[in-house]
């Protein structure tokens, strides 16, 4: 028998407590997918997480937070609780935790995740939410086209909350010191930005540098308003159209002439928004959010008319941002009915005036406290009725846009048209290789 | 019978137990001993095989399915390996990350070296300097590329403007191709110079200053000193200090991403840029670890070229 002490602890015991430490993390672990499960099991016990994108500034958040708080579930059906997720690697978030099942039982979230999740499985389809909207109301108040673009051959893969769009803004201020109309065709677009561009200012704002897809995006709006896009109508790949070169060899003119900075190329999300704020830039496209993002012009910025393309067309486009539910929650019940709550008060967002985008309800759009704000009534009567998803010309949307929007395929050919010296057809060619390989 | 403490460590090594003094020493078998170090070692290399194997085994296996970060997907081979070494945006990320590897590692290594050779010398506020030259290395990398981006970035920021007045025109530092590999290397050497620094001057202040008066009386000069004692002498230090450099380098993510995203028309894109945007943009899990899995391979071998260069140096 061994003699051996240390301290009191016997060599066996020490070995004892080592392995005990060594057991403690790998039960943890194994306990992280065992509580998703006794929960789901239970059906109304545990907590619904609700994950929130920071969709504005912090105060939205803070709004956010107040509004689930507020939400009293009827009967056993759970409560809910606030998480914001950042939108670094938040794609990464969301796979891992609900790889190990840990994930949102509720969240919003990128454009097309919805569609992603959906594919793997980890999605709960909303008809029943869509059928308590018909029901209250609510359904018929979405604003036209939005709530289609949710729908699969699967069913409803979220519910949209918001829309995100990218609107020709302009500096009136500069635009009338200088003598100059504002521009409504390409043509006039086109001799504006040479004025603009003897002034020093310039007459198309765009950047495409780390981090900001703004630039792909006016790529995008630029083919649909001239009746092309990225897809045929079957939803197949189709970049290299008539349309679409001619849309873009007028983007390729912009920059030769100068009237896009070469610089673009490189200008993050920030870069862009200090042109405007500076009174560097007249004319482009933003977000609807612009005015928060240049408050020192902010009082001289103003939606534009939608532009007519040479062939007569307009367009735009738009990302319909939604509420996705997921197959892993406490109980799918639960998660209806807190969709529901969120739904019928999104208002609370505009009427604390906290939301950067547009809402999907007519009834949100024509509250005094969306409306009093000019700018934000020409994008809802002007540029919504015309504007178009990322799967123009098709309608719907699907899980590959998001290799799509953001994917190295479009981002180089954003950057390769913004440096100039290349021609439309050949880099649309590239354009529709790379999305076929990432778009299966 | 008393042992002395050599002797004592000789029998703890064999797995025999030690008594005290005028007491019998209780003999062990030798497998027995292996035996509770085995159980002793054990969690902790359970610890390490849950920590570093299960991912690498995990990434090993969607390295050959296609799937998502989700789901593992139909296996495929080593079609996703296949297809990596075909694209060119591979090679050209290869390309990118050798140049931004050596740029890094022996930039950072002779500003760091200098540095440490000029601080050894007694200058007045010597250790505010030290302080102030440890800056780069002690800043959140997100901090500088925000500062970087403002000193570079747009038309009016401060460079393009120095360099519009010293009369070299429009410098498109971020939106030139070659412009801006060239600016996210000076980034790197700038943000890692530090830690050469730092590990230069560890090495230096073992030097005994007697080896260098020797040198003198001998009639060494300045050079021949720096030459025959500095460098050999802190030779060990330097091949661990670019061992380390080239695995800081070849696995840096935020110094390109956040200052480039990887472009212009991905001419600062390196390999771990391109793992992450094939996994996280395209969704291409597959090729995407595929990537990190062929990085790994050649991290590796430079490693272990560059650690039995530290062997030979340590038998000489």
Redesign the interface.
């Known amino acids: 028998m061994s003699t051996a002490k240390s301290g009191g602890v016997t060599r066996r015991g020490f070995l004892g407590l080592a392995g005990a430490a060594l057991a403690a993390p790998a039960l943890a672990a194994c306990n992280v997918s065992g509580n998703s499960g006794t929960s789901n099991a239970a059906g109304g016990g545990g907590t619904l997480k609700f994950w929130d994108m920071p969709w504005g500034q912090p105060a939205y958040n803070d709004a956010g937070k107040k509004l689930v708080e507020a939400y009293a579930p009827s009967g056993e059906l759970p409560k809910a609780s606030y998480q914001v997720i950042q939108w670094n690697n938040f794609y990464q978030t969301f796979s891992s935790a609900i790889a190990s099942g840990s994930g949102p039982a509720v969240s919003s979230g990128a454009g097309f995740q919805a569609f992603q999740f959906a594919e793997q499985g980890a999605i709960a389809y909303a008809d029943n939410v869509i059928e308590a909207l018909k029901k209250d109301g609510t359904y018929d108040d979405f604003l036209p086209n939005v709530l289609d673009s949710m729908k699969t051959s699967a069913g409803y893969v979220a519910v949209p909350w918001q829309l995100d769009m990218r609107i020709l803004w302009y500096n009136k201020a500069i635009l009338d010191q200088a003598g100059l109309k504002l521009p409504t065709t390409w043509d006039e677009l086109h001799t504006t930005g040479v004025a603009l561009r003897k002034l020093g200012i310039s007459g198309f704002a765009i950047g495409s540098g780390a981090g900001n897809p703004m630039g792909s995006h006016v790529m995008v709006a630029m083919m649909i308003n001239n009746g092309g896009g990225l897809f045929d109508p079957d939803g197949k790949p189709d970049c290299v159209t008539d349309v679409n070169v001619e849309a873009i060899e007028f983007l390729l003119e912009l920059v030769n002439e100068g009237i896009i900075d070469k610089g673009s190329v490189s200008f993050t999300i920030d870069n862009v928004s200090g042109l405007w704020n500076t009174g560097k830039a007249a004319i482009g496209f933003y977000s609807p959010g612009l005015t928060g993002a240049a408050p020192k012009t902010a009082a001289n910025l103003v939606v534009a008319d939608p532009l007519t393309g040479p062939r007569g067309g307009k367009g735009a486009v738009n990302f319909v941002n939604n509420l996705m539910m997921y197959k892993d929650t406490p109980s799918q019940q639960g998660s209806e009915e807190f969709l529901q709550y969120y739904l019928r008060n999104l208002h609370t967002y505009w009427d604390n005036k906290v939301a950067s985008s547009i809402p999907v309800l007519k009834s949100i759009a024509d509250s005094p406290a969306f409306s009093a704000d000019p700018n934000n009534t020409k994008i809802v009567k002007e540029w919504q009725p015309i504007s178009k998803n990322y799967a123009a010309t098709g309608s719907t949307l699907f899980a590959g846009l998001a290799a799509v929007d953001g994917g190295q395929a479009l981002s180089q050919f954003t950057q390769t048209i913004l440096r100039g010296g290349t021609d439309a057809r050949s880099a649309l060619t590239t354009l529709q290789k790379g999305i076929e390989a990432v778009v299966q | 019978m008393a042992t002395t403490g050599l002797n004592r460590l000789r029998l703890a090594r064999a797995g025999v137990?030690v008594a005290g003094a005028g007491r019998t020493g209780?003999r062990r078998s030798p497998n027995r001993g292996a035996f509770?170090l085995l159980?002793?070692i054990?969690?902790s290399v359970?610890?390490l095989v849950?920590i570093n194997a299960y991912p690498l085994v995990y990434g090993a296996i969607q390295s050959i399915h296609r799937g998502?970060?989700?789901?593992t997907g139909p296996l495929v081979g080593l079609e996703n390996y296949t297809d990596v070494l075909a694209d060119p945006?591979f090679w050209k990320a290869t390309v990118f990350t050798l140049v931004f590897t050596l740029v890094g590692v022996f930039g950072s290594w002779v500003i760091g070296l200098t540095l440490a050779l000029l601080l050894r010398t007694k200058v007045p506020g010597g250790p505010v300097f030290k302080v102030l030259l440890m800056t780069p290395w002690v800043v959140p990398i997100v901090v500088s590329s925000t500062a970087w981006?403002w000193l570079v970035?747009?038309?009016?920021s401060p460079l393009p403007t120095l360099t519009r007045w010293l009369g070299f025109g429009?410098a498109?530092?971020?939106?030139d191709p070659t412009l801006?590999a060239i600016t996210v290397c000076v980034f790197k050497v700038w943000v890692s110079f530090p830690f050469m620094m730092l590990m230069t001057s560890a090495a230096l202040a073992s030097v005994d200053e007697g080896v260098y008066e020797a040198a003198s009386i001998d009639g060494a000069g300045s050079r021949q000193k720096f030459t025959h004692i500095t460098l050999p002498l802190i030779s060990r230090s330097t091949y661990i200090s670019w061992i380390l450099m080239t695995i800081f380098c070849v696995n840096d993510f935020p110094t390109i991403?956040?200052?480039?995203?990887g472009?212009?028309?991905?001419s600062t894109t390196s390999l771990i840029v391109l793992a992450y945007?094939?996994v996280?943009?395209?969704?291409?899990t597959g090729p995407g670890v595929a990537i990190a899995f062929i990085m790994t391979i050649a991290l590796v071998a430079v490693s272990t070229v560059l650690y039995r260069q530290i062997r030979k140096v340590e038998i000489a």
């Not at chain 2, 998502?68 to 789901?71: A, E, R, W």
């Not at chain 2, 991403?257 to 995203?261: H, W």
């Not at chain 2, 996280?280 to 291409?284: E, G, L, W």
């Open positions: 137990g209780v509770t159980v002793l054990a969690p359970l610890l849950l998502t970060l989700i789901t945006r981006n970035a747009a038309p009016d429009d498109l530092f971020l939106a801006a991403y956040l200052l480039t995203g472009g212009p028309v991905d945007r094939t996280f943009q395209d969704f291409q």
